[in-house]
């Protein structure tokens, strides 16, 4: 029997709005906070849930940036005239494939995706998550959450994100009943992927959160059966937030007939667009375009990198000189996401109420948790004052 577990949680785009409009776990976890989204994906979240620092410091914004003179993808520059028809490789699952098979070449353990990006301008791009995030070092020389686990006196389970939900709530729950992890991190990703294609279907959200409710009540179960005490507590990184229209930024700039490489050079995401002026007159030429267009969105101020922590860091990638941000709802399309709209994206101002993510728990929450770069010294509170309560007896 052990004296206490601890079991965090991480629900994908579990917004603070779903939840509650969805009543998930209201009894189980009464104490509940709306949490800020940091701005940017889930690329930029999940370092920043795992280390407690902005993108300005862990340097993860979004996957890819210009950066030709580093670029892993170089030989693409040349090799992309081998790829035709365009049509066949644009596709979905050959795009999976590429993507496994660079990942294997490259030997990245992180998460490795090409989504359309197109083959032949890679060759002028870096990629930010090579690295496995999660793991030891993952954010060196920023500590992560599972340095910070082993520099603790726990036995503890982090669950493996490339693993399905059922087997990651399967290993859990085989810790909890050897009582071998006193520290439990579960990663659950699916309902991410449901939010995207299926917003707009309050039903099969309900399904995929009645799952969750039964899974975790068992584990809550099995805590109360191996412990004196437990704690459960549930953390997300966004929300999701409906289709409410498109822009074809990127026809509009194309349309101006300057070189990408040698003008200008940009990242189209799914909800902001990046751009790097290479010449001087491209930006006045580019800028102006882009407002003369009247896309609902605007660009980013300098208090605004400031305050969402995306300014350009020391030694970190520059993930755009100037970044336009489209409004809540509205997608960039064609993007180098995908030719089409989603029902559902995240990736928009963080004071958008559809982004917020959430913070849920068995036990009273400290008030100065706000946004999501704070779940990470919550964790680390929780840590601590579970190895003090361990070992207040034990070994030094």
Known sequence: MLPKIEIVVFIDALGWEIAQKHSFLQQELPFRQRIEMQFGYSCTALPTI?????PNEHGHLCLFYYDPVNSPFKALRYLHWLLRPRSFW??????NILSRIIRRLYRYDGYFQLYQMPLDRIGMMNY???QDIFAPKGLSPLPNLQDTLMQSRLKYHLSDWRASEQENIAAAAAAIQSEEADFLFIYLAGLDSLLHEKIG??????????????????LLQLAQEHADSFSLTVISDHGMTPLRGTADIKGAVEELGLRFGVDYAACYDATMFRVYFLTDAAREIIMNRVTS????GHWLSQEEKQRYGIETGSGQPNYGDEIFLLAPG????????????????H????????????LLSTDPLPEDIREVADLFSFMKTRIAALDELHWRNGPA
């Open 50 to 54: 795992l280390s407690g620092c902005r």
């Open 90 to 95: 644009n596709r979905g699952r050959v795009r």
């Open 128 to 130: 930010c998550e090579k």
């Open 201 to 218: 279907e309050p039903e099969l959200i309900q399904e995929k959160l009645q799952f969750y409710e039964q899974q975790l009540r068992h």
């Open 293 to 296: 267009q009247n896309f609902p």
């Open 330 to 345: 509205v997608q960039i399309v064609p993007s180098d996401m995908g030719d089409k709209p989603l029902p559902g994206m």
């Open 347 to 358: 990736g928009f101002a963080p004071e958008d109420q559809d982004s917020a993510a959430v």
